[in-house]
């Protein structure tokens, strides 16, 4: 079980990736964890991607590969391992290769969770959360049965994000078409790429997710 999580924003990626940890059980490597893990432990690497953050900097590449080589000598990742969130460009995707072919683990999966943009664009900017007691609702899909009402507790206080707009998340979706979409084109080449259709109740979509990947 060596897989690569492929998808736009709002896919559903992380949802099915706590799944895929449990039903499988191996880590779920994700490199905002190894960033704040590095950075919380004063690692050599820690202390590079901890200047670049408080500089309002991206983290350069070779500092995330470092951290993912380090990660992969990690007795937990021997059976097996799913990567959420990376790699998000093709570069980052040779890097990676270079990592499994060192340490005579090879990818074995793609999975990318497919889903239209005119659907992602309305989950993501439809969100709503209680600010209560956390209760997630979507205006398009799953609005409260009262408007601006909590169904569970009956607070008033619905939160949309600030970022959760259409403008912003047409913008996201943009960026992930320019910069990572041709990683699935990356992947597929090397005939790796397993795609699911991400539509549907959370349980469907896994399902389908461990037929793709028998």
């Known amino acids: 079980m060596r897989v690569v999580l492929l998808g736009a924003p709002g896919s559903g990626k992380g949802t099915q990736a706590k799944l895929m940890v449990e039903h499988y059980g191996v880590p779920q490597?994700?490199?905002?964890?190894?960033?704040?893990?590095?950075?919380?432990?004063?690692?050599?690497?820690?202390?590079?991607a901890k200047?670049?953050?408080?500089?309002?900097?991206?983290?350069?590449?070779?500092?995330?590969?470092?951290?993912?080589?380090?990660?992969?000598?990690?007795?937990?990742t021997k059976d097996g391992f799913i990567f959420d969130g990376f790699p998000r460009t093709i570069p980052q995707a040779r890097a990676l290769d270079n990592i499994f072919d060192e340490m005579h683990h090879p990818l074995g999966h793609a999975l990318l969770i497919d889903v239209d943009a005119e659907l992602?664009?309305?989950r993501i900017s439809g969100r709503l959360t209680c600010g209560n007691c956390g209760q997630m609702y979507?205006?398009?899909?799953?609005?409260p049965a009262k408007e601006g009402v909590c169904d569970k507790c009956d607070s008033d206080n619905l939160i949309k994000r600030a970022d959760d707009n259409e403008k912003t998340v047409r913008h996201r979706v943009e960026i992930y078409n320019e910069q990572t979409r041709p990683v699935i084109g990356y992947y597929d080449?090397?005939?790796k790429v397993v795609k699911v259709e991400g539509v549907?109740?959370?349980d469907d979509v896994f399902a389908r997710v461990k037929d793709a990947l028998r």
Do not use: Y
Request: aromatic share 4%; no cysteine; hydrophobic share 40%.
């Open 29 to 48: 490597i994700s490199t905002g964890d190894l960033l704040r893990a590095s950075v919380k432990s004063g690692t050599e690497l820690g202390k590079r």
């Open 51 to 76: 200047v670049a953050m408080d500089n309002g900097d991206l983290v350069a590449d070779d500092i995330i590969i470092g951290m993912i080589a380090e990660r992969m000598k990690d007795d937990d």
């Open 120 to 122: 992602l664009i309305k």
């Open 138 to 143: 979507n205006d398009f899909f799953s609005p």
């Open 189 to 191: 080449a090397q005939r």
């Open 200 to 202: 549907g109740d959370i």
